[in-house]
């Protein structure tokens, strides 16, 4: 990976601009995280939050970094125990760790506590369904904590590309009342505002900053996960971001402009007119045909 762009140190991660030693990729991947919670507004000092804490690398690392980024803000890390054997008893004793060391306070809650039946008891007899059914009760009960705690948000540690995954599967399952985020229009008397402060960073940097900061021990993959179609979407998306860096980002800034558009109503503003050199139409000065002629042929 070769030596950090800042200080000629070792690399410990290939940034978009540049290799970073272990220092200088902590300090990047904070601000990045930093710049994301201030550009949404996601939380305010006196803030109560309620995290939505697995114990799992994303929800480890957004506790981390939000204990460290916002002093001023009440944290309150709630785990669901929904009840997977082989798994879930892990990410709970890694998540009493963590909080241990930050201090934070911890509660956790459970799906026979709600619902008087594990995961693994409700999907006897169709394990396919296991990720619709776990994902709804999860964040049933994670609602009402937040509520009950007299929580103002509720943090959880989706990543960008988890953000990329769930808009194209939302296409994938003809999801349009997600794709264009039409819920019902009293859903904020209900429900506790959720942010996604990790939501603009890479599930690449996450792990990265989870292992440079020594936070992370390896852990079992949910027996589940063969199941989800998210799977499939994330082998499927992670290629294409190899292939073509960026991707990830695109499809999250394309969904957020949707959303935009269709909040406020706005309509196209641009407006066509013959192109300068071929009168076709075109909503620039000069059209795409041409443009593209005119690069290749100059070059
Ligand atoms: Fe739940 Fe599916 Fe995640 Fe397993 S993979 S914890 S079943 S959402």
Redesign the pocket.
């Known amino acids: 990976m070769g030596r950090c762009s800042i200080c000629g140190r070792p690399a410990a991660f290939a940034a978009e601009d540049g290799p970073l030693c272990a220092k200088h990729f902590t300090e990047w991947f904070e601000k990045r995280v930093r710049e994301t919670i201030l550009k949404y507004r996601m939380a305010e000092p006196g803030m109560r939050l309620c995290v939505g804490f697995s114990g799992g690398k994303d929800s480890t690392v957004l506790l981390t970094v939000l204990a460290k980024l916002l002093p001023e803000t009440e944290l309150i890390a709630v785990t669901v125990d929904?009840g997977?054997s082989g798994y879930r008893d892990d990410t709970i004793a890694e998540a009493k760790r963590t909080v241990q060391a930050l201090g934070v306070e911890h509660r956790i809650l459970s799906f026979p506590g709600f619902c008087g039946k594990t995961?693994d008891e409700l999907l006897e007899k169709h394990p396919e369904g296991?990720?619709s059914v776990?994902?709804t009760l999860?964040r049933r009960i994670l609602n009402t904590a937040a509520r009950e705690m007299d929580a103002d948000r509720i943090a959880t540690g989706h990543c960008l590309d988890d953000e990329a995954q769930s808009i194209v599967m939302n296409y994938l399952r003809g999801d349009i009342t997600r794709v264009t985020g039409q819920f019902n229009s009293n859903s904020a008397d209900f429900f506790i505002p959720r942010i996604k402060p990790l939501c603009r960073s890479t599930e690449r940097s996450v792990v990265a900053y989870g292992l440079v900061n020594k936070l992370l021990r390896p852990l079992h993959e949910?027996p589940?996960?063969k199941y989800?179609l998210r799977r499939d979407v994330r082998t499927w998306l992670g290629e294409q971001e190899y292939e073509h860096p960026g991707t990830l980002l695109k499809i999250a800034e394309g969904q957020e402009e949707l959303l935009s558009r269709i909040q406020e109503k706005k309509e196209p503003k641009m407006l066509l007119h013959p192109c300068e050199i071929c009168g076709e139409p075109t909503g620039n000065r000069i059209c795409a045909a041409c443009e593209k002629l005119n690069k290749i042929l100059n070059e």
């Open positions: 929904e997977i995961l296991a990720c776990c994902g999860r949910c589940y996960t989800a």
